[in-house]
């Protein structure tokens, strides 16, 4: 019973955005015929495929009452990895992609241990590993931008066809994600314990729920996410950009608090964080449709992200 | 409980949320869509007063071809993503020629070499794609040459005594950055790599090296660093004038600004009065309206005849000196003046 009214709950903080998203759409659509079109569109997915999956990684933190806050240079130095494996250390390129999600995967078990174990506040520590990850990036590609990527390691930026319209397989494997970790938060024992972890760590431990290995998992988990994010931004710009990674950093994390998952742990439903991924993603592209500067999306993002904390806020200080 | 929270308040929020939208929407300036053909052009950013003067150019030369004209730009200087999301974007608006200045060089490339096959025409602006040869045309200063302008006038300026130079660069791998880099040091008259080298030329006459990203702070910290280094040096080499800028103010610092011979490339108006201060002692003075309305031009005349540019076109520089030196051609601050870029 509580289970179902919490799960509505949380829907709720999903559709305020999902009606600002529609909205937008109806806006731009009615502005210029170009917008709504399935080609324009399916564009529109496949800009935001990297945001949108370190925002799915970044989710799962939130969702501990946690923050990540080098998920975007996580994932520019798994490209990186990948990359400069696969071209002048001559690495097979599955190989490679592996090297790569492992090297993110790592980082997250880095910030998994020292927020569990050592007890350190994520904030902070992922504030050191934003910057170790960095500083790693460019000592492994030298600070250039690794070219002649092989074909095979861009192959989730090619394109099939669906009725008339081209989609990337990175959009493919994006929603699939989204689809496995919604499946996972609300069907799963590990999904109510994350959503227990986040709500009341003290009374999470106190039922039983294992609450240190959850949030490992959690950290760990993400960073393959990330990992994952990394094969999508080579496929999307078919280079190893040592540059890349500071944009999607602070992305991500609006794209989450869009969404309405809470930033105070416990509370919000997946789906919200591509809902939030997409607003980003629907402002740039209709902007540049009706040839309005895009600094305006950064300005509308920036109010609603402030929108959506104050919602959360508000609505917790009447649950008290 | 949590489920207690009063659903309407949400609702509310989610009502606020849209409103608010609606009013920054209804406030942005808006275009009512002509039939005129498209032109896009992308910046590195949006607010650098360098492409603030590129833009006004553009758009000048848009009205005069009758062409509706896009802007976009990446986020930061090195933002290569949202370059590609910005061409993606003008596209899909009906672009059919992209005007762009790229923030890597080579990472654009792949995205570029997408939109060349759909037909669009692409022109790079102020500074070349690596391979060159990705972009149909390219319109830019030749860096190589502003580099030989100040590099000849420092070394004319510092007469016999030995060079001590300090050079604050850009950043590792950008082609401006090696041509200036090298230009300079050829116009010095010390061994240099040639313009096509994105290796950054070093001989012993050059005894500090900082990389300042083209920022103002950075060049000062960089400074700072090359006279902890050695403080002897007396010739100064800056990538742009922001960097400049900050060097003055790390040799004001150690009192040493009047024994360096300040020497820098761009030619904005703050850098025209670093000049006229005598804080610089010379600029190389490079275009951008030139530049941009050169592209809009050559893409207009693309839409209506089907004629490809191609190769790479000079848009010129010229040596701004506060006090001329006899064997180097240059021009006073007053010229300068007269066709700098940002505040006057």
């Known amino acids: 019973m509580l289970r179902r009214q919490v799960g509505a709950l949380a829907w709720v903080g999903v559709l305020g955005p999902l009606l600002a ?47 990540d806050l080098s998920c975007g ?81 861009a192959i989730l930026g090619n394109t099939v066809t669906i009725g008339r319209t081209s989609v990337v397989y990175g959009v493919g494997l ?102 939030g991924a997409l607003i980003i993603g629907v402002f740039r592209n209709g902007l540049t449709l009706i040839g309005v500067v895009s600094v305006y999306q950064i300005l509308v993002t920036g109010i609603l992200v402030i929108l959506a904390v104050a919602a959360d806020q508000l609505s917790r200080g009447s649950a008290r | ?31 009512a869509h002509a039939p005129l053909p498209i032109i ?13 003067k590129m833009k006004e150019g553009a758009e000048a030369a848009a009205r005069e071809n009758h062409i509706r004209l896009l802007t976009g730009a990446g986020r930061a200087d090195n933002d290569n993503a949202g370059q590609v999301t910005a061409m993606e974007n ?52 030749d860096n190589y040459r502003a580099g030989m302008l100040i590099g000849q006038y420092a070394r004319a300026a510092l007469g016999r005594r030995p060079a001590k130079i300090a050079m604050l660069d850009l950043f590792p791998g950008h082609p401006v950055g090696a041509q200036r880099h090298n230009g300079f040091l050829k116009g010095f008259g010390l061994l240099a790599p040639d313009a096509s080298s994105v290796a950054l030329g070093r001989p012993a006459e050059v005894v500090c090296m900082a990389d300042s990203y083209g920022d103002q702070q950075k060049g000062r910290t960089g400074m700072e660093n090359c006279l902890q280094k050695n403080p002897d ?41 670093q000049v006229a201060a005598g804080e610089l002692a010379a600029t190389a003075q490079q275009y951008p309206v030139r530049m941009a309305a050169m592209g809009v031009a050559a893409g207009a005349a693309f839409i209506r005849t089907g004629h490809r540019p191609s190769g790479y076109t000079d848009t010129g520089v010229t040596l701004i000196a506060g006090r001329p030196i006899a064997g ?4 006073d601050v007053k010229a300068g003046m007269q066709s700098c870029f940002g505040d006057r």
């Open chain 1, 21 to 67: 998203l529609v909205l937008a759409c109806g806006f731009f659509a009615s502005r210029t015929d170009r917008f709504l079109t399935a080609d324009n569109l399916s564009l529109v997915l496949q800009q935001v495929m990297v945001v949108g999956v370190i925002a799915l990684g970044q989710t799962l933190i939130i969702l501990t009452a946690g923050v």
């Open chain 2, 233 to 273: 040096i007396d010739v100064v080499y800056t990538i742009n004038e922001p960097t400049a800028a900050g060097a003055h103010k790390a040799l004001v610092a150690a009192r040493k600004e009047k024994g360096a011979i300040l020497v820098s490339v761009d030619g904005g108006c703050p850098g025209i009065r």
């Open chain 1, 174 to 275: 994006m929603l699939a994600l989204y689809l496995v970790a919604w499946f996972a938060l609300r069907e799963t024992a590990w999904g109510r314990h994350v959503y227990a972890v986040g709500n009341a760590p003290e009374a999470a431990r106190l039922s039983g729920i294992p609450t240190r290995r959850v949030l490992i998992g959690v950290y760990v988990l993400a960073g393959a996410v990330y990992g994952l994010a990394s094969l999508l931004s080579v496929a999307r710009t078919g280079v190893g950009d040592p540059n890349a990674g500071t944009t999607e950093n602070l992305d991500a994390i609006t794209a989450v608090v869009l969404g309405g998952t809470s930033l105070f742990g416990g509370r919000g439903v997946i789906v919200g964080s591509l809902v």
């Open chain 2, 90 to 141: 003008m596209i899909a608006a009906g672009a059919s020629v992209i005007l762009i200045t790229v923030n890597d060089a080579k990472a654009i490339v792949p995205s570029i070499r997408k939109a060349r096959a759909k037909g669009i025409l692409v022109i790079a602006l102020d500074s070349p794609t690596d391979p060159r040869s990705a972009t149909d045309a390219l319109f830019a200063t």
């Open chain 2, 1 to 31: 409980m949590r489920a207690q929270v009063p659903i309407p308040r949400s609702f509310m929020m989610s009502v606020l949320h849209i409103a608010l939208v609606l009013v920054a929407l209804t406030t942005a300036p808006a275009h």
């Open chain 2, 328 to 331: 180097v051609e240059s021009k």
């Open chain 2, 40 to 52: 896009g052009l992308i910046t590195k950013t949006e607010t650098n007063p360098y492409f603030v």
């Open chain 1, 73 to 153: 240079m996580v994932m520019a130095l798994g490209s990186i990895v990948m990359t400069r494996l696969a071209t002048s250390a001559g690495v097979p390129v599955p190989l490679a992609i592996a090297a790569g999600i492992g090297v993110a995967t790592m980082f997250g078990l880095a910030n998994g241990f020292l927020v569990t174990v050592v007890r350190l506040p994520p904030f902070i520590v992922t504030l050191g590993t934003m910057n170790i990850a960095f500083a790693l990036t460019q000592l492994a590609s030298g600070a250039q931008t690794v070219t002649d990527v092989p074909p095979a390691l």
